[in-house]
């Protein structure tokens, strides 16, 4: 084993879901009687867990309204899913990169703002659930930028490569919540400029270096 551990960020870095994320999110808010936020504000808060999203999009709504806006948002996320409309498509040379990864003895997880059912449902559609050790989601910890769902990679990367640790991990991400949860969780990370937030932003909050595609990337890593 090579003692190495890339954790993935997964929609704006593994998949493109913002179409289904936005039409989501204006069926939750049209539901909860709020004005339905323009989307570009949607891509902005993609990544963090649904109410931390819902309370930067609304903050001046009620704790009624926040709640009903999650269980529409869920619900229409299923039904999109369940009928076959959901859109999450790869980004172009992603499963390419994540074979040469494990192939070259890397360890691999996802660290998002997806619910457990989400990210599972996502990679098994693609066929990539076999190429993650660890999956953390927005269910079992809190958003980001809380180091939690880092940490968690991590101790489940160890149990199969002791060699595993902060100093040998890599976060990759496209969004600022990415770089500073691992910045707080004190491992290094790189961003993607194929995602929802802008080199600059990301470069600005600490990351090391920017890829342009997934093979920068994987050339980056490699």
Request: charge should be negative.
């Amino acid at each position: 084993m090579s003692g190495k551990l890339a954790i993935f960020d997964c929609d704006g870095t593994l998949v493109d879901g913002q179409a289904s994320i936005c039409e989501a999110m204006e069926i939750a808010f049209d539901a909860a009687d709020l004005p339905a936020p323009d989307r570009h504000s949607v891509r902005r808060i993609v990544g963090l867990s649904l109410p931390q999203a819902l309370s930067e999009l609304a903050p001046s709504a009620s704790g009624n309204q926040r709640a009903a806006a999650v269980d529409a948002y869920k619900s229409a996320f299923r039904s999109s899913r369940l009928e076959g409309r959901l859109q999450e498509p790869l980004f172009d040379g992603i499963p390419e990169l994540l074979d040469r990864l494990r192939d070259a003895g890397w360890l691999l997880a996802v660290a998002t703002g997806k619910s457990d059912r989400g990210l599972f449902s996502c990679l098994m559609t693609h066929g990539l659930n076999d190429h993650f050790v660890s999956l953390q989601t927005a269910d079992r910890h809190p958003s980001k930028p809380h180091p939690a769902m880092l940490e968690a990679a991590i101790a489940d990367a160890a149990l199969i490569d002791d060699a595993v640790n902060t100093d040998s991990a890599v976060m990759i991400g496209d969004t600022t919540f990415d770089i500073t949860m691992a910045r707080s969780a004190r491992v290094r990370s790189i961003g993607v400029d194929w995602g929802y937030h802008t080199p600059q932003e990301l470069l600005a909050e600490g990351a090391e270096a920017i890829a342009r595609n997934p093979r920068e990337l994987g050339a980056m890593l490699l």
